[in-house]
């Protein structure tokens, strides 16, 4: 059994991974926002403690910025505006992102179907996408606790391909 994307995901895959120069000529990072929740044996369930266990910028920012990385080019997967916009902000022409995201944490809005919160913001076509762009990269770093980082992760293990 094997795990790939239809035609039409294929050919936006083959796109970016094209923009970025080329499969293995590039680094990838996932940056996941959105839907953390505490770990319960931490003891706490308020938003900051959720805040506390994702990887922050600036570990992605250091791994980057690493000598031997310092020059690729950068794909972006998130599903948050702000990192989006703080990630542009600093890497400039470096950067490849998904499609722009017009979701803010600060200003998620409850959603009028019974109150819950939206936490999808972006398409799972979109992710697919991602996904497979970060297995294509040089390097890749993620989130920590993120199921979508470790299936990338995954991934690029079955591709024997390093991660760090």
């Not at 542009?88 to 600060?106: H, I, K, M």
């Not at 993120?146 to 079955?158: G, K, T």
Request: contains cysteine.
């Amino acid at each position: 059994m094997e795990l790939r994307p239809n035609v039409a995901l294929r050919t936006e895959i083959e796109r970016r991974i094209t923009l970025l120069g080329g499969a293995r000529r590039f680094v990838a990072v996932h940056v996941r926002r959105t839907d953390f929740e505490p770990d319960p044996a931490e003891g706490s369930s308020s938003g900051a403690a959720a805040a506390d266990l994702r990887t922050p910028d600036a570990e992605f920012f250091e791994w980057l910025e690493h000598p031997l990385r310092a020059d690729w080019r950068i794909y972006l997967a998130t599903d948050c505006a702000t990192t989006q916009r703080v990630f542009l902000e600093r890497y400039g022409e470096r950067l490849v992102a998904t499609s722009l995201t017009q979701f803010d944490p600060e200003d998620n809005e409850v959603a009028a179907n019974g109150g819950t919160t939206a936490l999808r913001q972006t398409s799972v076509s979109a992710a697919v996408v991602d996904m497979w762009v970060c297995v294509g990269s040089a390097n890749f770093k993620g989130t920590r606790r993120s199921a979508f980082s470790d299936a990338i992760a995954l991934l690029r293990r079955c591709y024997r391909l390093s991660s760090a």
